[in-house]
Nanobody
């Protein structure tokens, strides 16, 4: 069973930076694409950024040019470097994995517990 542990959230002033981490464990012989989502109270969870196992990245328009997603296969971790943060980036950030290869022993997808990011003006 996939376990995802996020870290790196916190409180910063507008214009500041944070780096989120998401470490995955609990599986073998499975391949996953990784992504970050965020959610604020009363709103639906929204896509922020994703990276395939081959390193292909994509971003929501709202974060392009400010956020960078990266993958460290040795650590089995995905990172989200967030620069030039804005108050509207304030949200709970969630890591997600989506299976692209593997048998029935591989979970189709999994979510982390979330890490809070708060940006003050």
């Amino acid at each position: 069973q996939v376990q995802l542990v996020e870290s790196g959230g916190g409180s910063v002033q507008a214009g500041g930076s944070l780096r989120l981490s998401c470490e995955a464990s609990g599986y073998t012989h499975c391949t996953y694409d990784r992504s970050w989502y965020r959610q604020t109270p009363g709103k639906e969870r929204e896509f922020v950024s994703g990276i395939t196992s081959d390193g292909i990245t994509n971003y929501a328009d709202s974060v392009k040019g400010r956020f960078t997603i990266s993958l460290d296969n040795a650590l089995n971790a995905v990172f989200l470097q967030m620069n030039s943060l804005k108050p509207e980036d304030t949200a709970m950030y969630y890591c997600k994995v989506t299976k692209t290869f593997g048998g029935r022993g591989c979970a189709a997808d999994a979510w982390g517990q979330g890490t809070q990011v708060t940006v003050s003006s």
